[in-house]
């Protein structure tokens, strides 16, 4: 009698898929995190990549951002990569895979950490993602980047960031600077658009009424001072839904600004993160998308700061 079949051993793309799957599937706690992303960085494998680790932009705070960037790297364009989390968790040492997936395109990445509730709240996070993005202006050509082509990127959580810098100049103004002085935003399935809100706990993050909370919607800050933007969102993304990033793009067209909105089929929430991995590559071409606009986009229109800025 002939042995029965042996069945083919899971790929590392299955494995990781199945990895990933289980994970989520359990609510993302922290210690699941860690295992999920450690995986993503496992597939990274050798790479030319230099990491400086554990710079601090923010002493009295004690948060800190990593940089990666390819060696002889000059004048490149520059990404801030702000992860998602629910405003609530995440580690910059997490997304080492997808920053040198960027790096390797020949872009300066800088993910820094930030405060997250309940620490802090709308206001907290929001000066420390300022804090980031004036730090890496004011050093980018220290790591071979070009301060006038400096863009905001983000997932989740990260993309509400990122978008609310672009919108709300209060922030950028607060260090000194302005989001026309940002080459661009990209973001990922990012919440720019979701009130009323119901979780007890985005209601105490942004507060408990309907004015406290519009402070913490993008597409309500659009008045024609923003940056190009290019909008990324899964079709089938249950946790934000792609209406954001419609409403976002419906402001923003209706003051003439810059918009490219991407709809990616039977991508779901952490797919189209996922997919900047090696890996995980062939369900959506977002990394290609990300670097096509950042060439479209080369520089900022403006980089002139504002007459009078004072410290957050």
Known sequence: ????????????????????????????????????????????????????????YDPAHQLALDVYRLPGTARAPVVVFFYG?????????WYRWAAEALA??????????????????????????????????????????????????????GAHIGALLATDA????????????????????????????????????????????LRSQPMYFVNGDEPPMLLMQGSTDKIV??????????????ENEPVEVKLYPDIGHFAILFSISKPLRDKAPVIQDVVQFIHEHPRATSVAAPAEASAP
């Open 104 to 157: 390797k395109r020949g872009l300066v990445v800088v993910v820094p950490d930030y405060r997250k509730w309940p620490q802090v709240r709308l206001d907290g996070f929001m000066q420390d993602a300022a804090r980031a993005v004036a730090w890496t202006h004011a050093h980018a050509s220290d790591y071979g980047g070009d301060p006038a082509s400096l863009f905001v990127m983000g997932h989740s959580a």
């Open 85 to 93: 989390g629910s405003w609530k968790s995440g580690k910059r040492q």
């Open 170 to 213: 209060h922030w950028l103004n607060a260090v000194g600077m302005q989001p026309r002085q940002l080459a661009g935003f990209i973001g990922l399935a990012g919440p720019y658009d979701f009130l009323p809100l119901k979780d007890p706990d985005f209601i105490d993050m942004f507060g408990t009424t309907h004015d406290a909370q």
């Open 1 to 56: 009698m002939s042995p029965a079949p042996r069945r083919p051993s899971a790929t590392p793309h299955r494995r990781l898929l199945a990895t990933a799957a289980l994970l989520l599937g359990s609510s993302l706690l922290t210690g699941c995190q860690a295992v999920l992303f450690g995986s993503l960085n496992a597939t990274t494998g050798k790479t030319d990549v230099v990491v400086q680790r554990d710079v601090t």
């Open 241 to 254: 839904w792609p209406r954001n990033a419609e409403s976002l793009a419906r402001a923003l067209r209706k």
